[in-house]
């Protein structure tokens, strides 16, 4: 932003400091000034000059020789005869009684007369001869000045410029012209919306120097409704004619709602809309002062109205637009959105496409104008124009910086809007205006104002702990200096069960002068600051480091007690809160007392803030459940061979094509990303696979051997599309591998996972999983039985559960990879019962491994981490050494070709009792002589009791149970 210094001298008339010393005071109060442009560089020994006679030369058809007066600014000689000073010039425009600006010799002047780049140092300027007579300095045009007509319009396109007649001779011309002033560039970063205003700056300098700051008052010509930003009133509401207090620049025959009708039909978009009106425009030139001051901040004058407009956007950072009233069809104003595939052409002639998201004003029959961007075409302001309305609205940052995107175009008004103006700021901006209004006799200003706001934005209040601060900064300052600041800047001060205190007369506060200079508060204001310092200083003074040092999270207490049980926790003592500030509403980036600590700092000067170790009682640390879990998975993978891969969270939609999923599948069912970086980046991950087997292809087309990769991965599962809520997002453990190993390597890191964790009990093995980009014949959904899991399951947020016995899913449960089973209530914590899916593993089809181009068999295991997090324990069980002796059976079945070893397995371990310490398989046959259709299977079990020596008889028992139990599942032993 920029912005002249005479324009901030104004609103702090006490400010005297150089140019310099403003620039590095801002900076270091945390305003930074970009870059600073001395209007008056290389400008020197140039005045005002009349001219009194003039000549022809006598050797030059195009010169003339001139006379000028120039007061009292020579001295003898030097071709001066009094106060005349001869000129020979070739300007066309000069004639006998102009007043011009006058370099005289040893001067410079800026530039040239064709306004190219000005030389750094300038142009000198020395007495000379022109075609044989003598020229003891030079008129200047406003090129060689250092501007041009874009911000002197009245100057002529060739010649010297003209100054008022009235201008006296021997004076300092740079003066005259408004250049003895420097423009200085702010770099305002975008959650100081405050400062995106001449009013804002100002409010920092006179807070930086310790000066008063008088910014204008609002309504002060008696012409706008009540001033100061305005009282919430209801849609539609017009300010009541006693509110506009009407002077001469008022029309009391007319009041606005006579004459306009607003309504705006999205009142989340545009949360304030403030209308005035002025009849009898009389378009003029502005006066130099505006024009100069907009000049400085880059804004070229065009004539009063616009010029005002422009004037009250840098003043007040509020942007404001005029319409011609004439040509308002039904004398309405309606705010609302456009339509898809409307067109809309504004006032820089080109055409734009809307769609329903853009907000617009209209007009009764059509659209004017895009809401905090431009206006249109056909609402452009003639010189015929008699009657205007000037809007002052606050429009939806988020929207205009959408909208401003999609049409290509980006504003002055755009870019304040996007940043989110203050929207109490909206009424007495249109105040200001047509202040301005009258005092240019620009027009006569209606009575009243449409002001609609219904959902008015409050202060908000933030407690004041004086020792937090201190502590928070590391130093020792008195809470009356630190309610000076917060004056200074425009803050209230409420102690506890009493009002806000304003500034009065009176004596000065506890800690010393105000940073404005001014006297601040009453004598409540003065005893809690007093009060304050006392009550502070036994935490601070000494050892401000005591305790430990408050944090972010310390400072968003909202309470007293919540601030004093922040302290204790952390070893420190904090205070009873000194009341409370009020933070206005144009200060948004005020939310908790870290940012008044803030505030206080930069004033104190960081210079100042001594430093100091951190001090503070020690905590034990650790790494959370979630964590812990996540760690260990990593390291059973690494100390399986398999290496740590990162994959990117979104894909292209071909993947679901490449695995082989069908058209109706649930995975299909992904968020699309609105802005992807590409077609292979479009939605977000439903499956790990993608990536893990892009990988393994990357590895493989390298001709890299046995490859193991894992990764550790969210997948995004939306409860529904379009979403209505974010999605579910599932950290996936995925291994891939080729090359040495198999099925069952994958299956042996699984169960080795499941053991680190203290998941009790062995997995169970469904090989119907149903996988379509897994071999059919080789894959497996791994399950476990909840009961012996040792916790109780959510049903809410399993993958997938299952009912004992017949593995029918639960309710509530998901499907894995987002297969949605039921609608059950997980904050019921209800927990599921029976059998729970935790992944899957198996071979990759061959029709998916020729998709990604791997010539191997590829191997991948999919474990959903969620679920391993509930289930886990890390519980070790000790078991001392056996004392009694074992009994082993071997015993060789013949079995269903297609019966699993799993359902063998289950019916020893249920029907082995307690006795049973271990089942291994050892052999599995299939030949002929064994039946077709059929094969052997062949365990070595292994019995024995904690407390006794088992006997013949009693392990025979069992064994009875077992074959018993086999024989219903159709195993006989083998003869």
Same mark, same amino acid.
């Given at each position: 932003?920029?912005?002249?210094?005479?324009?901030?001298?104004?609103?702090?008339?006490?400010?005297?400091?150089?140019?310099?010393?403003?620039?590095?005071?801002?900076?270091?109060?945390?305003?930074?000034?970009?870059?600073?442009?001395?209007?008056?560089?290389?400008?020197?020994?140039?005045?005002?000059?009349?001219?009194?006679?003039?000549?022809?030369?006598?050797?030059?058809?195009?010169?003339?020789?001139?006379?000028?007066?120039?007061?009292?600014?020579?001295?003898?000689?030097?071709?001066?005869?009094?106060?005349?000073?001869?000129?020979?010039?070739?300007?066309?425009?000069?004639?006998?009684?102009?007043?011009?600006?006058?370099?005289?010799?040893?001067?410079?002047?800026?530039?040239?007369?064709?306004?190219?780049?000005?030389?750094?140092?300038?142009?000198?300027?020395?007495?000379?001869?022109?075609?044989?007579?003598?020229?003891?300095?030079?008129?200047?045009?406003?090129?060689?000045?250092?501007?041009?007509?874009?911000?002197?319009?009245?100057?002529?396109?060739?010649?010297?410029?003209?100054?008022?007649?009235?201008?006296?001779?021997?004076?300092?011309?740079?003066?005259?012209?408004?250049?003895?002033?420097?423009?200085?560039?702010?770099?305002?970063?975008?959650?100081?919306?405050?400062?995106?205003?001449?009013?804002?700056?100002?409010?920092?300098?006179?807070?930086?120097?310790?000066?008063?700051?008088?910014?204008?008052?609002?309504?002060?010509?008696?012409?706008?409704?009540?001033?100061?930003?305005?009282?919430?009133?209801?849609?539609?509401?017009?300010?009541?004619?006693?509110?506009?207090?009407?002077?001469?620049?008022?029309?009391?025959?007319?009041?606005?709602?006579?004459?306009?009708?607003?309504?705006?039909?999205?009142?989340?978009?545009?949360?304030?809309?403030?209308?005035?009106?002025?009849?009898?425009?009389?378009?003029?030139?502005?006066?130099?002062?505006?024009?100069?001051?907009?000049?400085?901040?880059?804004?070229?004058?065009?004539?009063?109205?616009?010029?005002?407009?422009?004037?009250?956007?840098?003043?007040?950072?509020?942007?404001?637009?005029?319409?011609?009233?004439?040509?308002?069809?039904?004398?309405?104003?309606?705010?609302?959105?456009?339509?898809?595939?409307?067109?809309?052409?504004?006032?820089?002639?080109?055409?734009?496409?809307?769609?329903?998201?853009?907000?617009?004003?209209?007009?009764?029959?059509?659209?004017?104008?895009?809401?905090?961007?431009?206006?249109?075409?056909?609402?452009?302001?003639?010189?015929?124009?008699?009657?205007?309305?000037?809007?002052?609205?606050?429009?939806?940052? %988020?929207?205009?910086?959408?909208? +401003?995107?999609?049409? !290509?175009?980006? /504003?002055? *008004? =755009? #870019?304040?809007?996007? @940043? $989110?103006?203050?929207?109490?700021?909206?009424?007495?901006?249109?105040?200001?205006?047509?202040?301005?209004?009258?005092?240019?006799?620009?027009?006569?200003?209606?009575?009243?104002?449409?002001?609609?706001?219904?959902?008015?934005?409050?202060?908000?209040?933030?407690?004041?702990?004086?020792?937090?601060?201190?502590?928070?900064?590391?130093?020792?300052?008195?809470?009356?200096?630190?309610?000076?600041?917060?004056?200074?800047?425009?803050?209230?001060?409420?102690?506890?069960?009493?009002?806000?205190?304003?500034?009065?007369?009176?004596?000065?506060?506890?800690?010393?002068?105000?940073?404005?200079?001014?006297? %601040?508060?009453?004598?409540?204001? +003065?005893?809690?600051? !007093?009060?304050? /310092?006392? *009550? =502070? #200083?036994?935490?601070? @003074? $000494?050892?401000?480091?005591?305790?430990?040092?408050?944090?972010?999270?310390?400072?968003?207490?909202?309470?007293?007690?919540?601030?004093?049980?922040?302290?204790?926790?952390?070893?420190?003592?904090?205070?009873?809160?000194?009341?409370?500030?009020?933070?206005?509403?144009?200060?948004?980036?005020?939310?908790?007392?870290?940012?008044?600590?803030?505030?206080?700092?930069?004033?104190?000067?960081?210079?100042?803030?001594?430093?100091?170790?951190?001090?503070?009682?020690?905590?034990?640390?650790?790494?959370?459940?979630?964590?812990?879990?996540?760690?260990?998975?990593?390291?059973?993978?690494?100390?399986?061979?398999?290496?740590?891969?990162?994959?990117?969270?979104?894909?292209?939609?071909?993947?679901?094509?490449?695995?082989?999923?069908?058209?109706?599948?649930?995975?299909?069912?992904?968020?699309?990303?609105?802005?992807?970086?590409?077609?292979?980046?479009?939605?977000?991950?439903?499956?790990?696979?993608?990536?893990?087997?892009?990988?393994?292809?990357?590895?493989?087309?390298?001709?890299?051997?046995?490859?193991?990769?894992?990764?550790?991965?969210?997948?995004?599962?939306?409860?529904?599309?379009?979403?209505?809520?974010?999605?579910?997002?599932?950290?996936?453990?995925?291994?891939?591998?080729?090359?040495?190993?198999?099925?069952?390597?994958?299956?042996?890191?699984?169960?080795?996972?499941?053991?680190?964790?203290?998941?009790?009990?062995?997995?169970?093995?469904?090989?119907?999983?149903?996988?379509?980009?897994?071999?059919?014949?080789?894959?497996?959904?791994?399950?476990?039985?909840?009961?012996?899991?040792?916790?109780?399951?959510?049903?809410?947020?399993?993958?997938?559960?299952?009912?004992?016995?017949?593995?029918?899913?639960?309710?509530?449960?998901?499907?894995?990879?987002?297969?949605?089973?039921?609608?059950?209530?997980?904050?019921?914590?209800?927990?599921?019962?029976?059998?729970?899916?935790?992944?899957?593993?198996?071979?990759?089809?061959?029709?998916?491994?020729?998709?990604?181009?791997?010539?191997?068999?590829?191997?991948?295991?999919?474990?959903?981490?969620?679920?391993?997090?509930?289930?886990?324990?890390?519980?070790?069980?000790?078991?001392?050494?056996?004392?009694?002796?074992?009994?082993?059976?071997?015993?060789?079945?013949?079995?269903?070709?297609?019966?699993?070893?799993?359902?063998?397995?289950?019916?020893?371990?249920?029907?082995?009792?307690?006795?049973?310490?271990?089942?291994?398989?050892?052999?599995?046959?299939?030949?002929?002589?064994?039946?077709?259709?059929?094969?052997?299977?062949?365990?070595?079990?292994?019995?024995?009791?904690?407390?006794?020596?088992?006997?013949?008889?009693?392990?025979?028992?069992?064994?009875?149970?077992?074959?018993?139990?086999?024989?219903?599942?159709?195993?006989?032993?083998?003869?």
């Amino acid at each position: 932003m920029k912005t002249a210094y005479s324009w901030l001298k104004a609103y702090v008339p006490g400010l005297d400091v150089t140019p310099e010393e403003f620039r590095d005071g801002m900076t270091l109060s945390g305003t930074k000034v970009e870059g600073v442009t001395r209007l008056d560089k290389n400008l020197e020994k140039i005045v005002v000059g009349k001219i009194m006679q003039i000549d022809r030369h006598p050797d030059a058809d195009k010169l003339i020789v001139c006379q000028v007066d120039v007061g009292g600014a020579l001295q003898a000689g030097g071709g001066a005869h009094g106060h005349l000073l001869q000129i020979v010039t070739g300007a066309p425009n000069v004639k006998v009684g102009d007043c011009v600006p006058v370099v005289l010799a040893g001067g410079k002047v800026a530039g040239g007369h064709d306004g190219g780049p000005l030389p750094e140092g300038g142009i000198p300027i020395k007495a000379g001869k022109l075609r044989g007579v003598e020229s003891f300095g030079m008129m200047c045009s406003i090129e060689e000045l250092g501007s041009d007509r874009n911000y002197y319009p009245d100057a002529p396109e060739d010649g010297i410029y003209i100054l008022p007649n009235d201008s006296k001779p021997g004076d300092d011309a740079v003066a005259l012209l408004g250049l003895r002033d420097c423009v200085f560039e702010f770099e305002v970063t975008s959650n100081r919306v405050d400062c995106y205003s001449v009013i804002g700056i100002a409010r920092e300098a006179a807070a930086t120097f310790g000066k008063e700051f008088c910014p204008p008052v609002a309504g002060g010509h008696g012409v706008g409704g009540g001033g100061g930003g305005g009282g919430a009133q209801s849609v539609g509401a017009v300010m009541p004619a006693k509110a506009a207090s009407h002077s001469t620049g008022a029309n009391p025959a007319q009041a606005i709602h006579d004459l306009l009708k607003v309504r705006v039909d999205d009142t989340k978009l545009c949360p304030r809309y403030v209308a005035r009106m002025a009849t009898n425009i009389r378009l003029a030139p502005s006066p130099e002062w505006l024009q100069r001051r907009l000049a400085a901040c880059g804004i070229r004058p065009i004539n009063n109205i616009v010029d005002i407009t422009n004037y009250v956007m840098e003043e007040y950072g509020q942007p404001m637009h005029a319409f011609d009233y004439d040509q308002l069809a039904g004398r309405e104003i309606i705010v609302r959105t456009a339509k898809d595939g409307d067109t809309f052409q504004t006032l820089d002639g080109q055409v734009r496409n809307l769609d329903a998201t853009m907000l617009m004003i209209c007009d009764g029959e059509k659209e004017v104008g895009i809401a905090g961007i431009m206006g249109g075409e056909n609402s452009k302001i003639t010189d015929s124009v008699r009657t205007m309305v000037f809007e002052a609205a606050c429009f939806d940052g %988020t929207n205009i910086r959408l909208s +401003a995107k999609k049409l !290509g175009m980006r /504003t002055d *008004a =755009s #870019g304040k809007f996007e @940043k $989110g103006l203050d929207p109490n700021n909206a009424l007495e901006a249109c105040n200001r205006a047509c202040d301005l209004i009258a005092l240019l006799d620009a027009g006569d200003v209606v009575e009243g104002a449409i002001d609609i706001y219904p959902h008015p934005v409050g202060e908000k209040t933030i407690p004041f702990h004086p020792d937090k601060i201190n502590r928070l900064l590391g130093t020792d300052i008195e809470a009356g200096f630190m309610l000076d600041v917060f004056r200074s800047l425009g803050l209230k001060y409420i102690p506890d069960g009493k009002t806000p205190v304003g500034e009065t007369s009176g004596e000065e506060t506890a800690g010393g002068k105000t940073p404005g200079g001014k006297t %601040t508060g009453s004598g409540d204001f +003065a005893g809690a600051a !007093g009060g304050a /310092t006392v *009550a =502070s #200083g036994g935490a601070s @003074k $000494g050892d401000p480091g005591r305790g430990n040092a408050d944090t972010n999270a310390d400072a968003n207490a909202d309470t007293n007690a919540d601030a004093n049980a922040d302290a204790n926790a952390s070893g420190g003592h904090v205070g009873a809160a000194l009341g409370t500030v009020c933070i206005p509403t144009f200060r948004q980036d005020l939310e908790c007392e870290a940012d008044l600590a803030e505030e206080v700092a930069r004033f104190y000067g960081y210079d100042k803030i001594p430093a100091t170790l951190p001090s503070g009682a020690a905590t034990t640390g650790g790494l959370s459940w979630k964590l812990r879990v996540e760690q260990l998975a990593r390291r059973i993978a690494e100390h399986a061979g398999f290496s740590q891969s990162m994959t990117y969270s979104f894909e292209s939609e071909k993947v679901f094509d490449r695995l082989r999923l069908p058209a109706d599948a649930r995975e299909r069912e992904a968020v699309t990303i609105i802005n992807p970086l590409g077609e292979d980046f479009k939605v977000m991950r439903t499956l790990p696979l993608g990536g893990m087997l892009t990988s393994l292809s990357t590895n493989y087309n390298r001709r890299n051997k046995d490859v193991r990769l894992y990764e550790l991965a969210n997948i995004y599962l939306p409860g529904s599309l379009p979403l209505t809520e974010l999605p579910d997002e599932r950290m996936q453990l995925t291994f891939g591998m080729y090359g040495a190993g198999d099925f069952y390597t994958l299956k042996g890191v699984i169960e080795t996972l499941l053991r680190a964790l203290g998941i009790p009990g062995r997995p169970a093995y469904d090989a119907q999983a149903g996988k379509p980009f897994l071999h059919p014949g080789r894959q497996a959904a791994v399950w476990l039985d909840v009961g012996s899991a040792g916790r109780a399951i959510d049903a809410g947020t399993t993958p997938q559960v299952a009912g004992s016995g017949d593995g029918a899913a639960a309710a509530g449960s998901k499907g894995m990879g987002g297969a949605a089973a039921g609608h059950g209530d997980p904050a019921k914590g209800a927990a599921a019962v029976g059998r729970i899916c935790i992944g899957y593993l198996g071979e990759v089809h061959p029709e998916t491994l020729d998709q990604y181009k791997i010539g191997d068999r590829a191997y991948v295991a999919v474990v959903d981490m969620p679920l391993l997090t509930q289930l886990a324990t890390f519980d070790r069980i000790y078991r001392g050494l056996a004392r009694y002796p074992s009994v082993n059976r071997d015993i060789s079945m013949v079995a269903p070709k297609g019966t699993p070893v799993g359902d063998i397995e289950a019916v020893i371990a249920r029907r082995g009792g307690r006795i049973l310490e271990s089942c291994e398989l050892f052999d599995i046959y299939e030949g002929g002589q064994i039946p077709a259709g059929y094969k052997s299977v062949a365990y070595s079990i292994k019995f024995r009791a904690s407390d006794r020596t088992l006997e013949d008889k009693e392990v025979q028992g069992v064994m009875e149970k077992i074959l018993h139990g086999l024989r219903e599942i159709g195993i006989e032993l083998r003869g």
